[in-house]
């Protein structure tokens, strides 16, 4: 420990890159004078070595008198590192601006939301997120280009803003510039036509001549061949030169299909790292970050219910927090769970992401009606069950497509003409705008189909 912190200190190493490279290193064994380290991930192995070995070493020989070698080896196996709890968003935000001139951020397109600091490490996003570390701690050096990859609303906007102000920290002279690959087109666009007097040459200066090019989003360029032509250009002047660039899209290079084969082969030059939906843990450590960045107070339980039942993308589960808090200023209420599910009512269906089948159809309308999938299936034939037993007929023809014959067989071996009988049924009595009955399968439509 002693060793670690002094390094930090002597050598001004800041706390993300302190948490995430040093923090982690364990002694494995010493043996004559060789002390041999052990790193969690072998992807970064090589990273460490070259970045820290030389200052871990004479960090040992300053602290402890002795001479050594300093040697790594990869952890098998290594339990997740818990989150480390971070400082207030607003803090954050106004110490980088004290220090980076707001103009340089504004120059290079950057959210001063979007940090390193504001960003929430996860199993799902600790690779990409040492990677953009690294590429911010020596850009041009290591990893050219950075290719980021992964679904929407998973944090890799985040991550690339993250690594400009990193850089523009460190080094308030380098030009950095973050940009959408759509107005990498547009501009390009303006350019040819002389548009907004813009011309080829100012194009090529504004992204030929940064340090750091961010270019966001980039599957908006496949398929326009003149922007690609361009910006392999671009891509080229810029690596020739050593200077780094960073791409992100929704596919790895290989699955993107109209992308130009001398474009792929370049995207791949360097390091690809994906982003994968959070899990539960990074879901709660999200949500409570943010709850404590914008100074909220809510109850465990609410953080539960929205971790546990919005799991596809971070912009949706911060979303769901704006909502709720929202809601509640409006109608004066406290934040509770019923208040959470009242606000969430339109995005979270208990069935999220099931398949709709005749099975989820028939547990879906029991549930409504408080009887049992049993009862729909039996011969039973009292009014609160064949009415409902009639409705998972007609919804298992109009959503699921269940021929006539297989719906028969799902609800205890019925016969063709029966649920024929039962579809007409339920369909005569929309035609006699029955509202009850429409609202009733408005309902079980959601459950069964949230989108
Ligand atoms: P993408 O570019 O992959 O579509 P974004 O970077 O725009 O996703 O992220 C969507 C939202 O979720 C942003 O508000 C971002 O700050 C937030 N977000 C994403 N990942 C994280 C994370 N790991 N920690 C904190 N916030 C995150
Ligand atoms: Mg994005």
Redesign the pocket.
Known sequence: DEILLNLKEEHEITDVSFKTWLLPLKVHSINGDTVTVTVPDVEFLGYIRKKYGFLLKITIEEVTGFECNVDFVVENQVPQEEVPKAQTGNTLINNALNTVSQSAIINANLNP??TFD?????A??NLA?AASLAVAESPGEIYNPLFIY????????????SIGHFILKNNPNAKVLYVTSEKFTNELIDAIRNKNNFSPTEFRDKYRTNDVLLI??IQFIIGKESTQEEFFHTFNALYESKKQIII?SDKPPKEIETLEERLRSRFEWGLTVD?QS?DYE?RM??LR??EEMEGYNIDNEVIKYIATNIKS???E??GALTKIVALSRLDNKEITVELAEEALKDIISPNDKREVTPELVIQVVADHYGITPLDICSQKRNKEIVYPRQIVMYLCREIVGTPLQMIGKYLGGRDHTTIIHGIEKIKADIGKNDSNLINTLDILKKKLSPQ
């Open positions: 939301k979007y504001t960003f929430v490490v996860g799902n996003n997120h992964g679904g929407v609303g998973l944090g890799k906007t985040h991550l690339m803003h966001d989003d992100s982003i959070p990074t450590a999200i970050k943010k993308n971070i912009r589960l911060e």
